[in-house]
């Protein structure tokens, strides 16, 4: 009897190998619904979907701004996986920011069980991202950035692109000559707070978080 023909596996049972390409590029317009798949992935993991109402709609009138640069506003960086090289694409020749390429080398071949949803081009596919803005220090004199979101998808973590992410905020701000990154965490979510102490950073402990909103913002913008 002739051997059986090998299967072709299906996109979705593909392991892409044990060698990525990754790219961190600024996010365009053109993202937003993988944008707002992320946010929402994020909603759920940080278990505040009761908070989530962003739409696609609403985050393409309020995210990208035609006249304000990147950086001096809010920004969002995607970080995109290939198991081949990236062609060239205009993206090279952004003038605010030069996508940052890097070639991981995985201990372990996985599989992308989302690998169709979060497709952005031929084999490239968008693993997860940081949303950020500059805040200021009055003490320092100074800018600084505020990280809103760290984003990588739970299929990709553990290989160390939550880093490179990070680092490419923490790259600009020194560039910038900014004079810090700053963020909250989840009290609970230990696993974040164990991946910013591997980055360097501390916890701030005198701090407590306040929040302005709903009623209370109406009534507090309505008070005089
Ligand atoms: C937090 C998050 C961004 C980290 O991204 P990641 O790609 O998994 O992290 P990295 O692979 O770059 O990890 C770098 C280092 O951080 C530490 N670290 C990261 N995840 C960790 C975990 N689950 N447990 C313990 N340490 C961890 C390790 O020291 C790790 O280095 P190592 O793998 O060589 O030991 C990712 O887990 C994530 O998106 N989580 C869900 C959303 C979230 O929590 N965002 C942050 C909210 S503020």
Sequence with gaps: MAPAAPQTPTPETTPLGHQLFTRIRLAT???IPHIHKLIHQMAVFERLTHLFSATESSLSATLFSPTVQPF????ILLLEASPTLFPVSTFDSNPFFKPLTEVVNLRLPFEDPERDTFKSMDD???V???MFFPNYSTFLGKPGFYVENLYVRECYRR???GKILFSAVAKEAVKMKYGRVDWVVLDWNVNALRFYEDM?????EEYKF???????LQASGHAH
Excluded: N, Q
């Excluded at 001096?72 to 920004?75: A, E, P, Q, R, V």
């Excluded at 360097?200 to 701030?204: D, F, P, S, T």
């Design 159 to 161: 290989m160390g692109f």
């Design 210 to 216: 306040f929040r302005l909103t709903g009623k209370a």
């Design 29 to 31: 317009p053109s993202d």
């Design 128 to 130: 997860g991202y940081v």
């Design 200 to 204: 360097g950073a501390e916890i701030v």
């Design 72 to 75: 001096h506003s809010f920004t």
């Design 124 to 126: 490239v596919t968008v």
